[in-house]
């Protein structure tokens, strides 16, 4: 993990009061007992260029900001 995210995580909680403590560690609970899905990056190599580059820029120009 990323020790500045760890370290950020520490501080916020520091000043929060306890039952938001007690908040934030059963989600953090919750979220490790979670599987993740999804499937590896190779198993999608399949789908490289199957968008035409025109639709690639067509969304390309929606998704960034103007």
Do not use: H, Y
């Not at 995210?5 to 979670?34: C, H, S, Y």
């Not at 993740?36 to 690639?56: E, N, T, Y």
């Amino acid at each position: 993990m990323n020790k500045s995210v760890l370290n950020q995580v520490i501080e916020q909680l520091k000043i929060m009061p306890e039952d938001l403590q007690w908040q934030v560690l059963e989600f953090t609970r919750a979220l490790a007992g979670t599987k993740i899905r999804g499937v590896p990056g190779r198993q999608m190599l399949r789908f490289a260029g199957a968008i035409p580059p025109d639709d690639i820029q067509l969304i390309r120009e929606a998704i960034e900001p103007s």
